[in-house]
């Protein structure tokens, strides 16, 4: 049997083309479906929305702790600058989202259908569906594509909640949020009245990371929010010292965090929306889920050639094969990994076993995870409870605080600090810091894990002065201080060396 393509991708996600061009550098011949244009590339471009207007919040907060200094912007004819309610800068955010917009119109360009077409991927729009005879193809527009294999990138949809009452009213998720925001074509910080604006009060719902995100993006544009979580603590599966001091940070902005509070029913009562979260009741103006995502995949057919899945995600192994060997998938489908870059992993390691041969298997112990409030958590490899639960007490935790670095200082930016847990021969085990700037930084940690590199050898890493990275030598250095403490062989031999040459001098 003849086949038209080495590799069919269903699903124009990031990873899908990711995938794609990877695979035409390969010089495979790859075909690119698009079942709903425009709607899966824009899920990709929200999440760069919510990073604009993070930084727009974080701005603005600036501007409040400048003000505070009494340090405000010249503005003609008036000595200071109209402040809202808030105590943020009341400003008009039209020109704030026609530079959202520029953003992400420059992130996407090199994604674009021209530019794809022209690296030699067919790109196909339409929905389709997978079919099993004569042979395993995939249909789209009436016409039966067939490949050596196949990789579904589909991405996924909010998971909505089975609240009682939750269908009766208009909500947020964070794939829409800011598309609804577009929609109306301007935005501004809540409490003006010149032009349309964001609801004013919010209830953010779910145990998700991007819960706190965008509960803090809101807050810094002057919205009130309450986040609602139902477990004890946010950032649950995270390092508790970690979730504790984002939790402490948020509340600290003005968010009202409400823990451990499943939330039962929702109802409008005379035009405001009233959220029942444990024994408490809400009143807001917009709801928020961020209760997790499910599979766009019942289009497809998956039953049909014998694929099955949940709505965690499809049942892969660890080779990103689905229970139909010659399908793989990636992303968010994959269950588990919402962030970017682990979806790029995944597609990596699909597509080798895709195009040659199915032997490469997914090793998440070197991939960073990241939550992107401020401050920002990063972590990788094993955290302090998984490697006391594998190693017991052969091992050592590590910590660095960001007080101690003369340029957090600098930047008035010291809440936080770097763990590292660290095996008794040096091997780093695993890492997490929170604080600013921790997304680039976990960088480094996850580089020395992949290749297994001595803590011991970034105390002779000579780091430019002064920066944040400086916080690596300063743990090498006090890991190696604890190491020599604690051996006293080591101690007497070297009190006796230095006895003897002062004797010599004599």
Same mark, same amino acid.
């Given at each position: ?29 790859? %075909? ?345 958590? %990063? ?7 998984? %490697? ?119």
């Amino acid at each position: 049997m003849t086949v038209d393509y080495d590799l069919i991708i269903i699903g124009s996600t990031p990873a899908g083309v990711y995938a794609a061009v990877a695979a035409a550098g390969l010089k495979a011949r790859v %075909a690119l479906v698009d079942p709903q244009p425009g709607q899966t590339s824009w899920l990709g471009q929200g999440a760069i929305y919510t990073r604009v207007l993070s930084e727009i919040g974080r701005k603005l907060e600036q501007m409040r702790d400048a003000a505070q200094w009494r340090i405000y912007p010249q503005i003609a004819d008036s000595t200071e600058p109209d402040m809202s309610q808030t105590g943020f800068p009341s400003l008009p955010l039209t020109e704030v989202m026609e530079w959202a917009n520029l953003v992400v119109a420059n992130c996407s360009e090199q994604n674009s259908p021209a530019i794809l077409a022209a690296l030699g991927i067919d790109i196909i729009t339409g929905e389709g569906e997978f079919c099993r005879l004569p042979h395993l193809g995939f249909v789209v527009n009436n016409r039966r594509l067939r490949s050596r294999a196949y990789l579904i990138a589909t991405g996924s949809r909010p998971d909505i909640s089975d609240i009682k009452g939750l269908q009766t009213i208009d909500y947020f998720t964070p794939n829409d949020i800011w598309h609804k925001v577009l929609k109306v074509g301007k935005l501004k910080v809540a409490g003006s009245t010149s032009q349309p604006s964001l609801p004013k009060s919010w209830v953010v719902i779910g145990d998700e990371p991007i819960a706190p995100e965008l509960a803090q993006t809101l807050v810094r544009l002057g919205c009130e929010v309450t986040l609602v979580v139902s477990t004890t603590r946010i950032l649950f599966q995270e390092d508790l010292e970690a979730s504790r001091l984002i939790q402490a940070q948020l509340e600290a902005e003005g968010i009202r965090v409400l823990t451990d509070s499943p939330v039962d029913q929702v109802r409008e009562i005379e035009g405001k929306t009233w959220v029942q979260a444990g024994n408490k009741a809400i009143e807001a103006d917009a709801i928020l889920l961020a209760t997790g995502e499910q599979p766009n995949v019942e289009s497809l057919n998956l039953e049909g050639v014998g694929i099955k899945y949940t709505q965690q995600g499809l049942q892969l192994n660890q080779k990103l094969q689905t229970t139909n060997p010659r399908i793989y998938s990636c992303g968010k489908m994959a269950g588990g990994y919402p962030c970017g870059h682990i979806a790029q992993y995944q597609a990596s390691i699909a597509l080798k076993n895709a195009l040659f041969f199915p032997c490469f298997k997914v090793d998440y112990h070197g991939i960073p995870w990241t939550v992107l409030t401020e401050p920002q958590l %990063a972590r990788v490899g094993l955290t302090e409870v998984e %490697a006391r639960k594998r190693y017991g007490k052969n091992l050592w935790v590590m910590r660095e605080y960001f007080k101690e670095l003369d340029q957090a200082q600098l930047l008035g930016q010291t809440t936080g600090y770097m763990k590292l847990v660290v095996g008794r021969n040096g091997t780093i085990l695993g890492a997490t810091i929170v604080g600013s700037q921790a997304t680039e930084l976990i960088g480094e940690i996850t580089l020395a894990i992949e290749q297994k590199i001595n803590l011991g050898l970034l105390a002779n890493v000579y780091y430019p002065y002064p920066t944040l990275s400086e916080i690596f030598k300063k743990t090498a250095i006090e890991w190696q201080r604890q190491r020599m403490s604690r051996n006293q062989t080591l101690k007497n031999f070297l009190e006796g060396f230095f006895n003897l040459r002062r004797s010599w001098s004599k």
